[in-house]
């Protein structure tokens, strides 16, 4: 597969989403959807952040995974053990540092490095702990998130980021241009990313890099560990 978006400034284009499974599946999430498609059937799994585990219940039901979960919530744990899923209360913040390295085919991280504290940091975990990392986020790059702010001076609410200021988990605000500035800072090698647009479908057609940068609302991409930056 050919390297994606390795320079954010050189304008290369972004691989079209083609492939990928259609939308509305069982009625799952568009973007787990997207997830689905990446991860390889049998593969060992971890999801972190998982919520009610509705991501990691498609991957066991759909793809025969061997996963694992974490999540922060109580009742989010709860949750999981109610659909006979193997999930652990825990912080991405600071339990990713008790997995050795290589310990799962797959890390995910679906809509949550924006909420954790040290987003760097968790990154090369991620990238450490699993062979494959998948990593979804809401873009802020997002043309109505920018006319949100330019236009009204307000923090902006969407369907994609439904929260007020006040009351958002979100607490590092990062566009997709900002997320491959971080992949290369780290020597990750990006080997699939596609844009998902406001009802969160995969755009299924490839642009250059700034045009995901303005009109995806959330990034989606596939890592894997490469050479440590120099």
Excluded at 195 to 218: E, H, I, K, V, Y
Aim: hydrophobic share 45%; glycine share 10%.
């Amino acid at each position: 597969m050919s390297d994606i978006l390795t320079d954010a400034a050189s304008g290369a284009p972004w691989e079209a989403a083609e492939g990928l499974p259609r939308a509305g599946e069982a009625g799952a999430r568009v973007d787990h959807i997207v997830v689905l498609g990446l991860v390889p059937a049998g593969a060992r799994v971890l999801d972190i952040g998982c919520g009610d585990g509705s991501l990691l219940a498609l991957l066991r039901d759909r793809r025969g995974v061997d996963g694992r979960g974490i999540e922060l919530s109580r009742e989010g744990v709860n949750a999981c053990l109610a659909r006979g899923l193997s999930v652990i209360q825990g912080d991405a913040d600071t339990d990713l540092a008790n997995y050795p390295d290589d310990a799962f085919d797959v890390v995910v991280l679906s809509q949550t490095i924006q909420a954790t504290r040290n987003p760097r940091i968790v990154l090369e975990h991620l990238l450490r702990i699993g062979r494959q990392v998948i990593i979804s986020f809401p873009n802020f790059g997002h043309w109505r998130v920018r006319s949100e702010i330019a236009l009204r001076g307000r923090m902006p609410v969407t369907d994609f980021m439904p929260e007020a200021w006040y009351e958002t988990q979100n607490i590092h605000f990062c566009t997709i241009r900002d997320f491959v500035g971080l992949c290369r800072l780290l020597g990750a090698r990006i080997e699939k990313a596609t844009a998902l647009d406001t009802r969160g479908r995969p755009m299924r057609f490839s642009m250059p890099w700034w045009f995901w940068n303005l009109m995806g609302a959330q990034g989606v991409f596939l890592l894997r560990r490469g050479a440590k930056p120099g």
